[in-house]
Antibody, heavy 126, light 107 residues
Framework: EVQLAESGGGLVQTGRSLRLSCRAS????????MNWVRQAPGKGLEWVSF??????????ESAASVKGRFTVSRDDFNSVVYLQMNSLEAGDTATYYC?????????????????WGQGTLVTVSS | DIQMTQSPSTLSASVGDRVTITCRAS??????LAWYQQKPGKAPKLLIS???ILESGVPSRFSGSGSGTEFALTISSLHPDDFATYYC?????????FGLGTKLDIK
């Protein structure tokens, strides 16, 4: 059974940093891209970052709203993906979901999300 | 950036009704569209990928259609478990944009 378990959320002051972790199990972690998607309280979903599998080049990308502040990385040996969040702003307050990315063999280089963790809440306050 | 527009934002319906939610992309995304269902306090659940491919385990009363810029999610006969919020998401471009969601509630 595929499981994704996020941790590391909490209350943090504006301008500070936080690192989220997501431990995966039930599948061959190294074979898949991993993503972070967030949801502000009472709002919709926003893709944050992806990191491709090493076999797919290993590249990482982030949304314009977090580029330069957030960095995604992965540890394939321990089946963990991280989201390092720096210079946090009030607008980053959200539940952060770890998701497994899937894409077809051709036609697009981007992902839909077939498994989601339970989410971890990040609250940024002055 | 590709923008995704869902309509309606809220839909009131009864058990047994047939309902359709639409999703429009600001430019062509071919068939690279997914649909998700989210219940309060829970993570989203994947229903459909590639516009019309039903995920394993998803009831056959759910169906997806469309290509290019116009897409639809149809529930053929609403069950009590279907009252939730539904999101579309494009994966044609790097923004992976979601629609703002359609809340389906009981009339």
């Amino acid at each position: 059974e595929v499981q994704l378990a996020e941790s590391g959320g909490g209350l943090v002051q504006t301008g500070r940093s936080l690192r989220l972790s997501c431990r995966a199990s039930g599948f061959t972690f190294a074979d898949y891209a991993m993503n972070w998607v967030r949801q502000a309280p009472g709002k919709g979903l926003e893709w944050v970052s992806f990191i491709r599998s090493e076999d797919d080049g290993g590249a990482a990308e982030s949304a314009a709203s977090v580029k330069g502040r957030f960095t995604v990385s992965r540890d394939d040996f321990n089946s963990v993906v991280y989201l390092q969040m720096n210079s946090l702003e009030a607008g980053d307050t959200a539940t952060y979901y770890c998701t497994r990315g899937r894409r077809p063999d051709g036609g697009t280089s981007y992902y839909y999300f077939d498994y989601w963790g339970q989410g971890t809440l990040v609250t940024v306050s002055s | 950036d590709i923008q995704m527009t869902q309509s309606p934002s809220t839909l009131s319906a009864s058990v047994g009704d047939r309902v359709t939610i639409t999703c429009r992309a600001s430019q062509s995304i071919s068939v690279w569209l997914a649909w998700y269902q989210q219940k309060p306090g829970k993570a989203p659940k994947l229903l459909i990928s590639k516009a019309s491919i039903l995920e394993s385990g998803v009831p056959s009363r759910f169906s997806g259609s469309g290509s290019g810029t116009e897409f639809a999610l149809t529930i053929s006969s609403l069950h009590p478990d279907d009252f939730a919020t539904y999101y579309c998401q494009q994966y044609h471009s790097y923004s992976h944009a979601f629609g703002l969601g359609t809340k389906l509630d009981i009339k």
